[in-house]
């Protein structure tokens, strides 16, 4: 069994992955961080160079890796849910938990994030707030058919989300 997290970007994913790993004592792993690593390039780059469908194509690749370990958290990119192969690769892995946030929440930790511009590219050509409105009106349908559980995670530490992710699911470190 593993614990998924899925949500958005700037949604906590990574952040609380570390902090269940902690609380738990398994390991934790960021699926987009293994992407570029296996890559060599930033997730920004491999856009650039060979569009969405090639990362969405590596990203599946990751996915299916990563999802057959076992007690392991991994933290998923936003859009990660969004193939069906992907969501297929994860039933029956762990629980899905959708750490999900305001749009404005968002992009507030998006822009306090120093690498993302580096790293990550805009998804639409509006950028900003009305790209994580629209993007968050087209896969909110898909966080939640894949949820088996759903945390706000606003105005709460990484440390809580973690303590109320381990509470709700009755998983434990054994």
């Not at 892995?93 to 120093?114: F, H, M, N, T, Y």
């Not at 009106?137 to 440390?159: F, Q, V």
């Amino acid at each position: 069994m593993n614990v998924f997290l899925i949500g958005y970007r700037g949604s906590g994913k990574s952040t609380v992955a570390a902090a269940l790993s902690e609380r738990l004592g398994w390991p934790w792993l960021d699926a987009d961080a293994e992407l570029e690593r296996r890559a060599g390039k930033t997730i920004k780059q491999i856009f650039e160079e060979g569009g969405e469908q090639a990362f969405r194509d590596l990203e599946s690749a990751v996915i299916v890796d990563l999802a057959a370990r076992d007690r392991h958290i991994i933290a998923l990119g936003g859009g990660a849910v969004l193939r069906d192969r992907n969501r297929h690769a994860l039933a029956g892995r762990g629980p899905i938990v959708w750490l999900k946030a305001s749009p404005e929440a968002l992009l507030a930790r998006i822009q306090a994030d120093a690498t993302t511009a580096a790293r990550r590219p805009n998804l639409t050509a509006d950028g900003g707030l009305a790209e994580i409105r629209k993007l968050l009106a087209d896969r909110t349908p898909i966080y939640e058919s894949c949820a088996d559980l759903t945390i706000d995670t606003e105005n709460k530490s990484p440390a809580d989300i973690a303590r109320e992710i381990v509470e709700r699911l009755k998983v434990s470190g054994e």
